[in-house]
């Protein structure tokens, strides 16, 4: 009775509570899933080992528990050859339990995958605290939202523009480090179309639990529309005074199409995001709120952040209402 409550605790702290799926233990594609019979396996050797060894313990102080009017010193040992070799025999084998399925996943998902030639590359580079992502193959760079085709392997070169960040999706696969100035490559499948939710896992600083991303798995016609409407020519605000506020101010690090910058995330079609700098989610509080508040004071939302605020920025407060508008018009049809 006094379990219960504990193990409804303990699957509720497992369970992703967040409003995405965040959760290894409900895989949505097969690296996920190797990953996850992987940590079954471990976690059951691990099991086995607790319960052996705390039934020999318990065993052991009940039947050699000094008792009552016993004074005499019990045989002394020194040494056993059968015993060291039984215990040092039996971790060697769980050892290779664990870890020959684990070299065999590891080198082999990379392996089968990187013999894929269809495979659509992407360049993660991690900021403090954004994510780039660049398709190489198609000369497209977006930022925050990663979109993939269910159809295909996605190839992922991983680098870190700073310091040291980690990729994950935990339904999907991963994680694994992006250092500056090495690549590392992962490979990874999304099969059912969705919304999955990826973190940074490398402390990284003081906004490194809100670096978030989303990579959204969609339909291989839909993702060929995305590309297509990525790569069409900028939409430009309409207004020409707000046209030129827009580049001067916002286009010497971010860019949107072909226009701007290379430093500060790209935000062409910005308005069909699912989040604002990754947190500010646009189903419960507009695009364009959620682009205003956080072009006003970026640092309220993710502490160290680059961006300057609004009045840093010489922009006035009806400047910021235009672009905001403009941006969460700025939508994609895919
Ligand atoms: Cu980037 Cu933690």
């Known amino acids: 009775k006094r379990l219960l409550p504990l193990l409804t605790g303990l699957v509720l702290l497992l369970s992703a509570c967040g409003r995405e799926d965040l959760s290894t233990l409900n895989p949505q594609g097969p690296v996920a ?23 020999i313990c318990i065993y052991v102080l009940i039947r050699f528990r000094r008792r009552s009017g016993d004074k005499s010193i019990p045989k002394q040992v020194e040494g056993n050859h059968t015993l060291e070799i039984i215990w040092t025999v039996i971790p060697l084998v769980l050892l290779l339990i664990l870890g020959v399925p ?14 894929d030639k269809n495979a659509v590359q992407v360049r993660v580079t991690a900021h403090q605290y954004w994510w780039e992502f660049e398709y190489t193959g198609y000369g497209i760079k977006t930022a925050q939202e990663l979109v993939v085709p269910t159809d295909k392997t996605i190839s992922f070169e991983l680098v870190g523009a700073d310091v040291k960040h980690s990729f994950w999706i935990p339904a999907i696969g991963g994680k694994m480090d992006t250092n500056p100035g090495v690549t590392n490559r992962m490979y990874l499948e999304f099969p059912k179309e969705g919304v999955f939710r990826g973190k940074c896992a490398e402390l990284c600083g003081p906004s490194h639990a809100l670096m978030d991303f989303k990579a959204k798995a969609v339909s291989p016609a839909s993702f060929d529309r995305w590309v297509a409407a990525m790569k069409a020519p900028a939409v430009m605000p309409a207004d020409a005074e707000i046209a030129e506020k827009f580049t001067s101010q916002c286009l010497t690090c971010h860019a949107v199409g072909e226009n701007g910058g290379n430093s500060a995330p790209n935000l062409t079609g910005v308005g069909s995001r699912q989040t604002i700098g990754g947190i500010l989610y646009n189903d419960t509080t507009s695009v364009e709120k959620n682009i205003h508040d956080w072009v006003t004071d970026p640092q309220k939302y993710k502490s160290g952040a680059m ?19 403009y941006l969460a018009e700025y939508k994609l049809d895919y």
């Open 307 to 325: 961006m300057p605020k609004a009045v840093e920025n010489d922009l006035t407060q009806e400047q910021v209402s235009a672009i905001a508008k």
């Open 102 to 115: 684990t070299i065999k996943d590891v080198f082999g998902l990379a392996k089968d995958y990187s013999k």
């Open 33 to 55: 899933e190797k990953q996850l019979d992987l940590m079954k396996l471990s976690i059951g050797i691990m099991a086995l080992v607790v319960v052996v060894v705390f039934a």
